[in-house]
C-alpha cells in the first residue's frame, strides 16, 4: 500500500540546537516528496519538495531535507531550531492510483516544540 | 495562505442541517481539493476537481457534495448524512492535477462543529 510515515508524534529542541523530522514512505514508481507547515487554526504552508536530482532539497525558513532513496526516507532538516519554527509539520507523497488518478497521501503529523 | 480564502473561518451546525463552505482562489489554479483535517489522522481527501464541470470523489466522500462551476470557485456543502462532520476544513489548489511534482497551495480553513 501506497502510505507515509511519520514516527514521531512530537519533536522536542532547544533553541539554537538543530532539528530533524523523519519521514519514510512507501510508494510506486518515482517518488514525488512534500513537507507542509501548520500553524494552529491555519492551513498548511508548502516548505519544500524533492522532484529528481540532488538528494538533498533546499526551503523555505532555512528548511531543508534529505531524501534517501535506499532508506526511502524524507527527513526534514535545520540546522539552528528557533521558537517560532513551533508548528505541526505534514510529510506527503504524491501516489498514482490506476486509470491516472493520482492524490497527495498525507503522514499524520508531528508536532515540533521548539523551546528557550 | 496565498490566494485562497475560505469562509466562514468558523461555522457551528445543527443536527440534521446542511451546511456549504466557501472556497475561492484567484491563483488561476486548474485543480481544487477539499481535505477533511481530524486530530492525529492527518489531512484525508474528500473531493477534488481537476476542472471547470467536473469533479471525483475522495476518500471520504459519503455525505459531502461539491461543484465546479467557476475555475475559481468549489463550494463543499456538508449534508445531514455526515455522521460525524465536526473537523477542520482545508481546501486546497494547484496548478494542474496532472502535472505531478506540483505543490498545493492551501487556504485558511473553516472549523465546522455540530451541536
Known amino acids: 500500500a501506497q502510505s507515509v510515515a511519520q514516527p514521531e508524534d512530537q519533536v522536542n529542541v532547544a533553541e539554537g540546537n538543530p532539528l530533524t523530522v523523519k519521514c519514510t514512505y512507501s510508494v510506486s514508481g518515482n517518488p514525488y516528496l512534500f513537507w507542509y507547515v501548520q500553524y494552529p487554526n491555519r492551513g498548511l504552508q508548502f516548505l519544500l519538495k524533492?522532484?529528481?536530482?540532488?538528494?538533498l532539497v533546499k526551503g523555505s525558513y532555512g528548511f531543508e531535507a534529505e531524501f534517501n532513496k535506499s532508506q526511502t526516507s524524507f527527513h526534514l532538516k535545520k540546522p539552528s531550531a528557533l521558537v517560532s519554527d513551533s508548528a505541526l509539520y505534514f510529510c506527503?507523497?504524491?501516489?498514482?492510483?490506476?486509470?491516472?488518478?493520482?492524490?497527495?497521501?498525507f503522514g499524520a503529523g508531528t508536532r515540533l516544540a521548539v523551546h528557550p | 495562505d496565498g490566494g485562497i480564502t475560505q469562509s466562514p473561518k468558523y461555522l457551528f451546525r445543527k443536527e440534521g442541517q446542511n451546511v456549504t463552505l466557501s472556497c475561492e482562489q484567484n491563483?488561476?489554479?486548474?485543480?481544487m481539493y477539499w481535505y477533511r483535517q481530524d486530530p492525529g489522522q492527518g489531512l484525508r481527501l474528500i473531493y477534488y476537481?481537476?476542472?471547470?464541470?467536473?469533479?471525483q470523489k475522495g476518500d471520504i466522500a459519503e455525505g459531502y457534495s461539491v461543484s465546479r462551476e467557476k475555475k475559481e470557485s468549489f463550494p463543499l456543502t456538508v449534508t445531514s448524512a455526515q455522521k460525524n462532520p465536526t473537523a477542520f476544513y482545508l481546501c486546497?489548489?494547484?496548478?494542474?492535477?496532472?502535472?505531478?511534482?506540483?505543490?498545493?497551495?492551501f487556504g485558511p480553513g473553516t472549523r465546522l462543529t455540530v451541536l
Open positions: 486546497a489548489s494547484s496548478i494542474q492535477a496532472g502535472v505531478l511534482f506540483n505543490e498545493q497551495f
Open positions: 491563483l488561476n489554479h486548474d485543480a
Open positions: 476537481s481537476q476542472i471547470v464541470n467536473d469533479f
Open positions: 506527503a507523497v504524491r501516489a498514482l492510483f490506476s486509470g491516472g488518478y493520482n492524490k497527495l497521501i
Open positions: 524533492y522532484i529528481t536530482g540532488d538528494n
